[in-house]
């Protein structure tokens, strides 16, 4: 069983940045197919970026050139590096597999961008 713990979220003014983490328990095979969503009020969950079956990394449209994805395999943890926040990034960041989300979801971690 696989749990996702994600952290690192806060209240940031806009065009500050922020690095939010995804720490991975349990099994699981290596952090390919693993990536970012986030989910803003009254809106549906989106992916953000994500790690493809290759370890390549790739970027919604709306946050390409903003966030960076990266991972520490050793210590089973995603990252994502959100540079020059705009209030519509404030939404719950989430972790899970890609491009389907196969895992329970874990509780998320709330960045609020707000002057």
């Known amino acids: 069983q696989v749990q996702l713990v994600e952290s690192g979220g806060g209240l940031v003014q806009p065009g500050g940045s922020l690095r939010v983490s995804c720490a991975v328990i349990g099994s699981i095979n290596s952090l390919n197919d693993m990536g970012w969503y986030r989910q803003a009020p009254g809106k549906q969950r989106e992916l953000v970026a994500g790690f493809n079956s290759q370890g390549i990394t790739y970027y919604g449209d709306s946050v390409e050139g903003r966030f960076t994805i990266s991972r520490d395999v050793a210590k089973k943890t995603l990252y994502l590096q959100i540079d020059s926040l705009k209030p519509e990034d404030t939404a719950v960041y989430y972790c899970?597999?890609?491009?389907?989300?196969?895992?329970?979801w874990g509780q998320g971690t709330q960045v609020t961008v707000s002057s």
């Open positions: 899970n597999s890609v491009p389907n989300s196969i895992y329970y």
